[in-house]
C-alpha cells in the first residue's frame, strides 16, 4: 500500500509521542513492504531530509504560532497527498479531523488518531477548547476510521459520541540502548537519579514533582527533562527551585534519551490528562521502577506493574518516592513485571500490525 501520515512535526523524531509514533509506525509499515510517507513541519525537519528509516518525507511550512502551528500545516499536508494517489491516510490529532473529508472527497480512505483529551489541558484558552471539541465531534463523522491509543479514549468517545472506535495503542521498545554518553554530560551515575519526562506544561504538573522531591531525604538527584514552545513562564519557575540534586537539561531525544531511561532508579509520571503517555511505557519497558499519578490512563498502563499515588497529591507522591528511596529491594519485581507487560501490550511490531490491518479494510471496503 501507497500510505501518508499527517498532522505531526514529523520525522526524525524530535519533539514528542505523535512524532515517536510516525517514526515508529512509518519505518514498520515499510519494513513490510509499503511505501510510507510522513509530513512534516520546516521548523522541525530540515528541507534537505527525503527520507528516513525507509520512510518519504515531505517538509511543508507552517504559521509557527500556538493556535495556527497544528492546522495550517495539516491543511497545506492534505492539500498536497490529494494528488499523490495513497491508498489510506492517516491524520494525526483531533484537532486536525476538520481536513478528514478532503482525501475521501478523492476516493482516499482516511484514519484519524484523536490522542487523549487535549480540550482538558489548561493551556488553550476557552475558544482552543471549543475547537478541540469540535474537533472530537469530526473525528467521528468525517474520516473512515478513528483511532484511541487507550481503553479508556475508546470508552469516552463511544459514550460521548456514540462512535466504535479502533483501539490500537502506542508502543515501546524493551531493548537497552549502548553507552552512557548522556549521563556523562549531566555528570550522574546509573541508578543515582530519579527521571521525570514531558512536555513542560502545567497539567503535566512538573511543578508538583519537584515540590514532592524537594522533601525527599536522599542523594539521588532528580532529572526533569522536556521543554515546550510556549511556556517560558512556566519553565522559568519550575527552574527556581533551590534545590541543587535537581537537573534541568531541557529537552532529550534519541539515543541521550534512551540512556537516561534505561539507567533510571526510578521514573515518575505526573500527568493527569491526555490518553497514552509514550513516556510512561517507554520507561516501562526499559525496567523502571515507575510511580504514577492514578489517573485512568495511567492506570490502564501500569496495571499492577508499577505504583501509584493518589491524583496530584504532594504529599502522597513524596511518601512514594521517599519509601522507594529507603527501601528499593521492596520494590526490585516492579522491574520485570514492566518490561514484561510492554512486551506483552505495547510492542511496536504489535502496533504496527494492527495499523497494517486498518489500512488494508479501509483499501478492501
Not at 463523522?141 to 470508552?155: G, K, M, S
Amino acid at each position: 500500500m501507497k500510505v501518508a501520515i499527517l498532522g505531526t512535526r514529523g520525522i526524525p523524531a524530535n519533539y514528542g509521542g505523535f512524532e515517536t509514533f510516525a517514526e515508529e509506525c512509518s519505518a514498520g509499515l515499510a519494513a513490510r513492504g509499503h511505501q510510507v510517507t510522513v509530513y512534516g513541519r520546516s521548523r522541525y525537519i530540515p528541507r534537505r531530509l527525503k527520507a528516513h528509516r525507509g520512510a518519504r518525507l515531505v517538509v511543508l511550512p507552517t504559521l509557527p504560532f500556538k493556535y495556527t502551528d497544528t492546522v495550517v500545516h495539516t491543511f497545506l499536508s492534505v492539500l498536497h497527498s490529494l494528488f499523490q494517489r495513497y491508498d489510506a491516510v492517516l491524520i494525526c490529532n483531533a484537532a486536525n479531523s476538520v481536513f478528514a473529508w478532503l482525501p475521501r472527497l478523492f476516493g482516499t480512505p482516511v484514519a484519524v488518531n484523536v490522542d487523549g483529551i487535549e480540550r482538558k489541558r489548561r493551556k488553550w484558552s476557552l475558544l482552543g477548547k471549543a475547537y478541540y471539541r469540535l474537533g472530537e465531534y469530526l473525528s467521528t463523522l468525517l474520516p473512515n476510521a478513528v483511532v484511541a491509543d487507550a481503553r479508556v479514549i475508546e470508552r469516552y468517545y463511544r459514550d460521548r459520541y456514540g462512535a466504535e472506535p479502533v483501539f490500537i495503542p502506542y508502543g515501546a521498545a524493551v531493548e537497552k540502548p549502548e553507552g552512557k554518553d548522556a549521563l556523562e554530560k549531566l555528570r550522574i551515575a546509573p541508578g543515582e537519579y530519579f527521571l521525570y519526562v514531558s512536555r513542560l506544561e502545567p497539567e503535566n504538573n512538573a511543578h508538583l514533582v519537584i515540590r514532592a522531591f524537594e522533601k525527599v531525604r536522599t542523594s539521588k538527584r532528580l532529572v526533569v527533562v522536556g521543554d515546550a514552545p510556549y511556556a517560558a513562564r512556566y519553565i522559568r519557575r519550575l527552574r527556581q527551585t533551590r534545590d541543587p540534586r535537581i537537573l534541568f537539561p531541557g529537552a532529550v531525544y534519541g539515543s541521550g534519551y534512551r540512556q537516561l531511561q534505561a539507567n533510571a532508579f526510578c521514573y515518575i509520571q505526573a500527568t493527569d490528562v491526555g490518553g497514552t503517555h509514550p513516556a510512561l511505557i517507554e520507561a516501562m519497558g526499559q525496567g523502571n521502577i515507575v510511580v504514577a499519578n492514578a489517573t485512568p490512563e495511567n492506570q490502564e498502563v501500569v496495571g499492577d506493574a508499577g505504583v501509584l499515588y493518589a491524583k496530584n497529591d504532594v504529599g502522597a507522591l513524596q511518601q512514594r518516592l521517599q519509601d522507594i528511596a529507603d527501601n528499593p529491594d521492596k520494590y526490585e519485581g516492579f522491574k520485570s513485571a514492566a518490561s514484561s507487560r510492554i512486551r506483552t501490550h505495547y510492542s511496536w511490531d504489535g502496533v504496527v500490525e494492527r495499523y497494517e490491518r486498518l489500512f488494508l479494510k479501509m483499501v478492501q471496503s
